[in-house]
């Protein structure tokens, strides 16, 4: 189309005869609006047929919608299960089992995935040549295989390598901690004794003391310049003090070891073998996703701000922690809420494997066994959809938290 | 103006100060420099020698090269003649299905149509990529426009049933010639629309007609061709496989996705409050979800969406999904380009008298696209690893035929699935590497210049 | 600009809903003829039942169902197009037209037939749920697996099957349940489960995928009741009818000796009941909206149910399954079909 004289170009025309009346087409108020009109009224039309269309498909099937079946019983048993379950649980039950189940490997993978991202990321900046260039390849390797093959290959390739169930690793020391074998890990189960709740609320205890003491250290700090050890207490109030509780209390603990049996380990708690690959293959994966935005994250530092900290006489030690660390994270945060976001939608892939998550039991097993497609894929796509919503609104949050003040 | 000061001539260089070179001083700085880091190199070197060799073992050392059953793959324990200890790839399996994993059950006597599409893309695609070879615009409009309607005819024969879609089939019948007929009938409605708009401005008709025109002849050629019969078998999508399925999924994704892209990103910038929440809505709902959903979403709810007696195909259905997907976060992609052009720029446009879609057409997007070309080889990496998903419905991409030749007894053997997964991920690494390597080297190119 | 975008909108729109839109008021018989073939929903694999080789071409009792169909409309049993399905998405794909005709060893149920808007057009295969193990394990009986893990196809009646079987025998298991038949035999190669649950035709046409199928064996216990058969899309009696009776007429010619061998020479017969099966006498045909003689290209393309069983499953072939109950009625099964009168 010609600059000059093309269909809609006539702003060199309405310029030079700014008295004359301006054609309704022309006025951006009005072709906006119009615009806008006509955009909402193809977008009502298109939903309304698609709505319109399944309605009169479900009414063929002989099906209606709505979410009454959710209180059926689902009639089917799930191998992985974080509350009371059984075959004559409904629906909804169902949903709550896969949601914890997603939600339980994800904040596991997160965890891992965190730490050894974070190791990684350090890793490849370091002098060291040789670590530098092993955490170069991990990077590089982990990130350039589709995570469904890092599933399979962990699921169907390693841990095959595993002994079967009733010769399984771990017999020589009678269970002791539990038995390792393709059918999963069978680890002893913890079983609380009566006075157990004393360690917990020394847990709590030592918690809020800690923040007291921290924040009271830190007031003082800033006003006389004295320091307090508040690594030492923090580590005594958190982790000794329950100890101590703990001991005092007479080791109210104690485990239920699984026994070997026809079919391989019975008792204890099994931790499946589905969960173990999904978390492992989800750990690498996200990992050097992670390594990369913190190598990015403390590069973006700049040098100067080393420079300045050591010319201030600050030592290496306060550098990092007082200089680069809080300036990297705010790089750091929101490319890696996104990897977090990221490795919780990934846990779906699961349905590959038959670890029980969400789409594989919910969007799966229920949506076969009620034949409700409609329902069921809406609740999941909804409870994603929430789940990231949040995250980034969170996200949000921080940044503004965080956002560097400037002029 | 010599000072007399200056040394005139050069000093010669001195050689470095003992023990600042070599292999040990090397080693010295690079691994051990400090306790703590000798501590870390000798880790390293644990872990490596832990990890590295058993892999090299697998795939390089121990494995069985030729053969033509599952017998050089499994130990005599196994029925084969291979000694019990012995483990390592099974090569053979992986050489006598490579057909079914590069083309899946696409008919051999077929497969030429496949090669030249392959070759296309590679020719295609490697020029548009190296950014010396000339003739970019041509090469542009040839993968995007000429190549897909070319690989479609190629790859499925053409043969596509046209039909009347607004009067004419009610009183002629389903045909060709309903459809030519309904095909005028849209032009002409076009044709009148454009007149009656460019009235409207009180502009000349003309060029808007010519364009309008011009639009609907290339449709009806695209329409004639994929329609007509030229002689091309027809091979239909339930038999393909392999690598083919995988980058059809990945480069009609990345064709479809980019146009919904563009006009999603400019949505999100528009000042329309409408367009600007609608298309937040789209891009936010879309990347809210897991991929694996919405092909669930498109392979098991798309036929209650659609009409009754409408349906796709299971790959254009597939297709449709993650395309949806990945509009999304390629629109976000080029809003992050639009978003870093200066200011200046649309003001300059503006002031030369150009429209908004003058300006985005030739001063905004050229710019912002090849801003972001690092962002969309990336988001096609992360698309190309994405397809694996599509075996989870059913359909058979290069893992997927892998996945499934495990159930050839043939080749059952204890190894079988490792030596299929060790190929599939070295085919992987390779696609996805080169190209990440791509996206660094173009990164490094255009940040030259842009630094103050 | 704008306006080309809109045409190439418009055209797009115009391409994908031509490119396959078909009226589906009309009757499913007269859209067929129309296209030319049947199009055919099967399983995704199931050796014996239907499942595709190398070459593309599918075979198995199934599959016979679906070409006896082409038989009985076009005197040509290749006229048909097969669309592998999961058990996800079959009966989606038979309500939204996508396919003419199911036969993907489907069970009948209650809640299928009356819920779900389809009909079940007969029975080509009485099956039941059964278990295989190791034998290595030494297990005799089903009532021995307490503990055990089981693997099964998530979605299907058998999932449900198994939990009821285990509660109502107090006994503890783990359900494992994968979304791909290939899965679960891939996890119960490996030791991953314990006992594989599934139709017990299907366990004896999964074990040949197995790495050493003798040394699997599939356990004497029953569990439930599973009658496959072809299914239909509710409210359209002709092509219920022209499905139906083609598992009938297989069933009728293997019960009057006629195969696909002397279906010619049995044109001539004296027996009544022969003349009015292969169109010779009555009009049979007429009143299925098809040819007189489909029942006679139906035995001399595809041939009769024993002919079918035989080539496919039965105990000649390596699935090795003996005709047990889908024997005929008159020999001690419960395979039975209407008169053709």
């Known amino acids: 189309m010609a600059v000059d004289k093309g269909g809609g170009g006539v702003s060199g025309e309405v310029a030079n005869t700014g008295t004359q009346k301006t054609a309704f087409f022309n006025d951006p108020k009005v072709r906006s609006s119009v615009i806008q009109a006509i955009l909402i009224a193809i977008l009502v039309y298109a939903v309304w047929s698609l709505i319109s269309n399944t309605a009169t498909n479900l009414s063929a099937q002989g099906k209606t919608f709505g979410f009454g079946f959710m209180q059926n019983a689902s009639g089917f048993d799930v191998n992985q299960s974080l509350v009371e379950y059984s075959r004559e649980s409904s629906f909804w039950r169902v949903y709550l089992v896969g949601l914890l189940n997603t939600l339980l490997v994800a904040i596991l993978g997160i965890f891992f995935a965190t730490l050894i991202g974070f190791s990684i990321g350090v890793a490849r900046l370091s002098k060291n040549w040789i670590i530098s260039k092993a955490a170069y390849c991990y990077v590089e390797a982990m990130r350039n295989i589709p995570l469904l093959l890092w599933i399979f290959i962990f699921y169907f390739g390693v841990l095959r390598l595993l002994p079967g169930k009733r010769e399984p690793y771990g017999v020589s020391l009678d269970g002791a901690l539990g038995y390792l074998s393709v059918g999963g890990w069978i680890a002893p189960k913890p079983i609380a004794g009566d006075l157990l709740w004393l360690t917990g609320i020394a847990i709590i205890i030592g918690i809020i003391a800690s923040y007291f003491i921290n924040s009271w250290a830190t007031k003082r700090q800033m006003a006389t310049g004295q320091q307090f050890p508040k690594g030492l207490t923090t580590l005594g109030l958190v982790v000794g003090l329950p100890i101590v509780v703990f001991l005092l209390s007479g080791l109210p603990l104690s485990f239920d070891y699984p026994k070997l049996a026809r079919f391989g380990a019975r008792g204890g708690m099994s931790v499946l073998p589905e969960f173990i690959a999904l978390l492992t293959a989800l750990t690498i994966y996200t990992s050097a996703f992670i390594a990369e935005i913190v190598r990015a994250g403390i590069l973006a530092i700049n040098k100067g701000q080393t420079e300045a900290s050591y010319a201030l006489g600050l030592r290496a030690k306060p550098t990092l922690n007082l200089v680069i660390i809080p300036q990297a994270l705010r790089v750091i945060i929101p490319p890696l809420t996104n990897q977090f976001l990221n490795l919780t939608k990934n846990s779906s892939l699961a349905v590959a494997i038959a670890y029980p998550e969400l789409v594989s039991i919910f969007a799966g097993t229920a949506l076969n066994q009620s034949g409700r497609e409609t329902e069921i894929i809406m609740i999941t796509m909804l409870t994603y959809l929430v789940l990231s919503l949040l995250t980034s609104s969170f996200m949000n949050w921080y940044n503004n938290r965080m956002a560097l003040v400037e002029r | 103006m010599s000072n007399g000061y200056v040394r005139k001539e050069m000093l010669h260089e001195l050689p470095a100060p003992d023990g600042t070179k070599g292999i040990f001083y090397w080693l010295k700085t690079n691994l051990f420099s400090t306790p703590l880091n000798a501590l870390a190199t000798f880790i390293a070197l644990y872990v490596i020698y832990k990890v590295v060799p058993p892999v090299i073992d697998f795939a390089l050392i121990s494995p069985a090269w030729f053969g033509e059953n599952r017998e050089v793959c499994a130990t005599l324990k196994q029925g084969g003649v291979k000694p019990d200890d012995w483990f390592g790839a099974c090569w053979p399996y992986v050489g006598a299905n490579m057909k079914l994993f590069i083309y899946g059950r696409y008919p051999p006597d077929e497969i030429w149509r496949v090669n030249i599409v392959y070759l296309m893309f590679a020719i295609s695609g490697a020029c548009l990529l190296i950014p010396k070879v000339p003739y970019k615009l041509p090469n542009l409009l040839f993968m995007f426009g000429v190549f897909p309607v070319a690989a479609f005819v190629l790859l499925t024969g053409g043969h596509v049933m046209l039909d009347g879609f607004l009067v004419a089939g009610s009183f002629m019948g389903p045909s060709f010639a309903a459809f030519w007929v309904d095909f005028l009938i849209l032009t002409c409605i076009f044709i009148a629309l454009a007149t009656f708009i460019a009235r409207g401005t009180d502009s000349d008709p003309m060029p808007s007609i010519r364009m309008v025109i011009l639009g609907m002849v290339v449709l009806a050629v695209v329409m004639a061709i994929i329609s007509a019969p030229l002689g091309l078998e027809h091979v239909e999508t339930e038999i393909w496989g392999g690598l083919l399925v995988t980058l059809v999924i990945a480069v009609s994704g990345i064709v479809a996705s980019l146009p919904i892209g563009i006009l999603l990103a400019l949505g999100r910038r528009s000042k329309m409050p409408a367009v600007k929440m609608l298309s937040v809505m789209f891009i936010e709902f879309w990347r809210g979800v897991p991929l694996i959903t919405v092909l669930f979403m498109s392979s098991v709810m798309l036929p209650l969406f659609l009409p009754e007696g409408v349906t796709f195909d299971k790959l254009l259905r597939a297709l449709i999904g993650v395309t949806l997907f990945q509009s999304a976060y390629m629109a976000e992609v080029i809003r992050g380009g639009i978003q870093a052009l200066p200011k200046g720029q649309y003001e300059g446009a503006m002031a030369l008298g150009l429209n908004y879609w003058q300006m985005i057409q030739k001063i905004i997007l050229p710019q912002a696209l090849t801003l972001v070309i690092p962002g969309i080889v990336n988001t096609f990496i992360g698309l190309f690893k994405d397809t694996t998903l599509v075996l989870i419905i059913g359909l058979f991409d290069f893992l997927g035929q892998i996945q499934s030749s495990f159930s050839d007894p043939t080749w059952a053997t204890p190894v079988q699935a490792m030596s299929g997964y060790l190929f599939a991920a070295v085919i992987y690494w390779i696609f996805c590497f080169s190209m990440s390597r791509y996206s660094i080297f173009m990164e490094q190119r255009l940040d030259t210049g842009h630094r103050n | ?341």
């Open chain 3, 1 to 341: 600009m704008k306006i080309k975008l809109l045409s190439a909108v418009f055209g797009v729109a115009m391409a994908a809903t031509s490119y396959s839109a078909s009226a589906q008021d009309a009757k499913t018989l007269d859209r067929v003829v129309a296209k030319g073939f049947v199009q055919c929903g099967v399983s995704q694999g199931l050796p014996g039942f239907s499942n595709p080789s190398s070459d593309g071409s599918w075979s198995g009792m199934d599959v016979d169902v679906c070409r006896g169909v082409a038989a009985a409309i076009f005197g040509d049993d290749t006229k048909v197009k097969y669309t592998p399905l999961s058990a996800k998405e079959r009966f989606t794909a038979l309500s939204s037209g996508e396919i003419d005709v199911l036969s993907r060893n489907t069970t009948w149920t209650a809640t299928r037939d009356t819920q779900l808007g389809l009909n079940f057009a007969g029975v080509n295969y009485y099956d039941g749920q059964g278990f295989l193990v190791r034998k290595d394990l030494g297990i005799n009986s089903a009532l021995e697996l307490n503990g055990a893990s089981v693997c099964t196809n998530t979605g299907t009646t058998t999932e449900l099957n198994v939990t009821d079987y285990f509660t109502s025998n107090k006994m503890e298991y783990e359900l494992v349940a994968f979304e791909k038949a290939d899965e679960v035999v891939a996890a119960y190669d490996s030791k991953r489960c314990d006992v594989y649950t599934t139709d017990a035709s299907a366990l004896y046409a999964q074990r040949l995928k197995l790495n050493d199928p003798s040394a699997h064996v599939v356990l004497p216990e029953i569990i439930s009741k599973e009658p496959l058969g072809p299914v239909v899309r509710q409210g359209d009696d002709q092509w219920f009818n022209i499905v139906r009776w083609t598992v009938f007429a297989m069933i009728n010619a293997e019960e009057l000796g006629v195969s696909s061998k002397n279906v010619a020479d049995m044109k001539s017969s004296d027996n009544p009941a022969i003349k009015r099966l292969l169109g010779v006498e009555g009009t049979f045909g007429e009143g299925l909206g098809i040819g007189n003689d489909w029942a006679a290209n139906i035995i001399s393309k595809v041939g009769n149910y024993g002919e079918s069983f035989e080539t496919h499953v039965g105990p000649k072939t390596s699935l090795g399954i003996a005709r047990g109950v889908n024997a005929l009625w008159s020999k001690g099964g419960i395979q039975y079909a209407p008169p053709i009168r």
